[in-house]
């Protein structure tokens, strides 16, 4: 299959257009919450949840959602997964209550959760050597500007049409993709039967639902709260079940062999640090710009424009060179220093700054960062995973990405916390407290992509100079 055939563009657009739609739903109501707060009557813990629910079910089913696409088939769940995005959005965008949106949030983290995965696995299957970085550089570009394009989008349409709306224009482009996906995904061939392996697909989904849930309580309970230390025994009993179970099922979702690849273990090691970095970029940089430069919701959509217009001009014209010329691995420790410069950046802004001068070209940074750190990063991954298994590398590097940036945003909101309550404590005033609160946690996220460049220089084997033999794709179907 190649790129530029008629009838595989359009494909892949739709293919593109599904990761596309899934972040901009991750960000489009970062700007939105202070209207669904004031018109719900939301308590600051019902305020976090509204974006806490998507990312639980989000990041939770993501690997779960990978293998049902590679058993039950890909087209099958791009749909689905479309169909239940579409709900969850009318429900949250009809919702009176706290409860319902909160629900609907739960919905469409997890028709995001199918469609995503659905959607990358076609291009991993489909597509190799330079047709493959291309169609992933779209899908970078997608990731780029979906993150960045739902602050700015939720930001004017909150300001023109009242929040609702934002969530009925995440039910029409999903709707729009499922229709564009139904026309134009192929039906796949028959394949031999696969067992589902349910013990050890609802144990890991057990695990990642726990993590999530207890990174994602702590910032409102406690680390020490019976919400957090449940989660994390429930998340440790999972992973121990799972490690069990993998080892006698006939087909495994993620056989241990698969850990052993250097590339596989450094990327979701990478992939954990950096989706802390990534995320920091649309959910601080939105507060930055509310809360230190007083912006209101419109004009802090309109301030985030330029990432995605530097991330899509990114990931279309320099990642695919930057990823033939220099391959995957350094490509994406490339990034998570850019990354780690933007952060860098954005810690030292203060009320009064100049926009042109000192955020936007943080923001351009920060872009490029995370174009050239999250879609090398899901290569360098599925480079050890075998095709018939690109279901579950694509949800291996989603979960990942999704579960460190719940993280992410959990430590980084401590930091912040932490440092404004110092301020408040002195006496300072609410800009100062901001201005100090942000200004850590920008310099968390700063730290978290250092480490993660590390990691990648310590793990990926094509930076590891006494590595000589190459290894090939682990036949994780075949192994057990």
Known sequence: MHMRNPPTLPLVLT?????????????????????????????????????????????????????AADVFGRRRMFLFGAGVLVAGSLLGGFATTDT?????????????AMLSPAAMSVILASFTGRDRVRAMSGWGAASTVGGAAGVTVGGLLTAALGWQSVLFVTGGVAAAIGVAGWALLPAGKE????????????????????????VLSAPHSGLVSAEVIGAAAVAVACLVGFGLVEKRAADPILPARVLRDARVAGGVAVNLLGGGARVACFVLVALLLQQVLDYGPALAGLAMLPTSLAGFAVSILVLPRALNGLGPQRVAVIGLLLLVVAHLILATVDNGDSYLLRVLPALVIAAA????????????????????????SSGLASSTAQIGGAIGIAVFGALDAARRAAVFGAGGTALAAAEAGLQAAFLGAA??????????????????????????????DAES
């Open 369 to 392: 960062g995370v174009a050239f750190s999250f879609t090398p990063t899901t290569l360098v991954i599925s480079e050890g995973i075998a095709a018939r298994n690109s279901g579950v």
């Open 191 to 214: 394949a031999a039967r696969r067992s589902f392996d349910a013990a050890g697909a609802t144990l890991v989904t057990g695990a990642a639902v726990a993590v999530v849930f207890g």
């Open 447 to 476: 730290t978290a992509a250092a480490a993660a460049a590390i990691v990648a220089v310590l793990t990926f084997p094509a930076l590891r100079v006494r590595f000589t033999r190459r290894q090939r794709p682990v036949e994780a």
């Open 100 to 112: 319902l949106l909160i629900g609907a949030r739960f919905v469409q983290g997890a028709g995001a």
């Open 15 to 67: 293919l593109v257009s599904a990761q596309f739609v899934v972040m901009l739903d991750s960000s489009i109501l970062n700007v939105a919450l202070p209207s669904i707060a004031t018109d719900l009557g939301l308590t600051p813990v019902g305020t976090a949840w509204v974006l806490n629910a998507y990312f639980l079910t989000f990041g939770g089913l993501l690997l779960i959602s990978g293998r």
